[in-house]
């Protein structure tokens, strides 16, 4: 393991503490907005994050989503639980941990056809390692993480 591995573990446990007093259901850091305003559509279609706009926002799970285009959002209006990130948008490898924990939205993955979000580049590459039994040991956790 690298020093940035073990810091990036070390800055999860850190952070989770913090995150963990909101409990919220989606992961929303800035100003309440999912993904911290960026857009949950243009990861599928433009291989991407793409900041959205709050001229094209909806109300979803108790945060606010913005996106890049008017057909971005009608696309998520129709199928939400297709684009929005797994667990809220909370750092999917913390998750498997057992620990809430934010995401940077520049770090992700899609994974049979789902969103991931990590922490960091160091998460995501320990992540990566082994996506199917982090998934399952995440999946485990969410949402009970959350009481």
């Given at each position: 393991m690298?020093?940035?591995?073990?810091v990036s573990i070390i800055s999860i446990l850190l952070v989770s503490t913090a995150v963990s007093a909101g409990?919220?259901?989606v992961y929303s850091p800035l100003l309440g907005n999912a993904i911290g305003g960026y857009d949950p559509i243009t990861y599928?279609?433009?291989g991407k994050a793409v900041k959205g706009s709050a001229?094209?926002?909806i109300e979803y799970r108790g945060a606010t989503w913005h996106f890049a285009s008017a057909e971005n959002?009608?696309?998520?209006?129709r199928n939400p639980e297709k684009y929005a990130p797994q667990y809220g948008g909370y750092c999917a490898?913390?998750?498997?941990q057992g620990n809430l924990v934010s995401s940077?939205?520049?770090v992700w993955s899609i994974v049979n056809g789902k969103l991931y979000l990590n922490y960091s580049k160091d998460v995501r590459d320990i992540w990566k390692k082994d996506i199917p039994g982090y998934i399952?040991?995440?999946d485990g956790n969410w949402p009970g993480i959350l009481e």
């Amino acid at each position: 393991m690298t020093k940035y591995s073990i810091v990036s573990i070390i800055s999860i446990l850190l952070v989770s503490t913090a995150v963990s007093a909101g409990k919220s259901e989606v992961y929303s850091p800035l100003l309440g907005n999912a993904i911290g305003g960026y857009d949950p559509i243009t990861y599928f279609i433009q291989g991407k994050a793409v900041k959205g706009s709050a001229g094209n926002a909806i109300e979803y799970r108790g945060a606010t989503w913005h996106f890049a285009s008017a057909e971005n959002k009608a696309l998520f209006q129709r199928n939400p639980e297709k684009y929005a990130p797994q667990y809220g948008g909370y750092c999917a490898y913390a998750l498997s941990q057992g620990n809430l924990v934010s995401s940077d939205p520049h770090v992700w993955s899609i994974v049979n056809g789902k969103l991931y979000l990590n922490y960091s580049k160091d998460v995501r590459d320990i992540w990566k390692k082994d996506i199917p039994g982090y998934i399952g040991k995440a999946d485990g956790n969410w949402p009970g993480i959350l009481e």
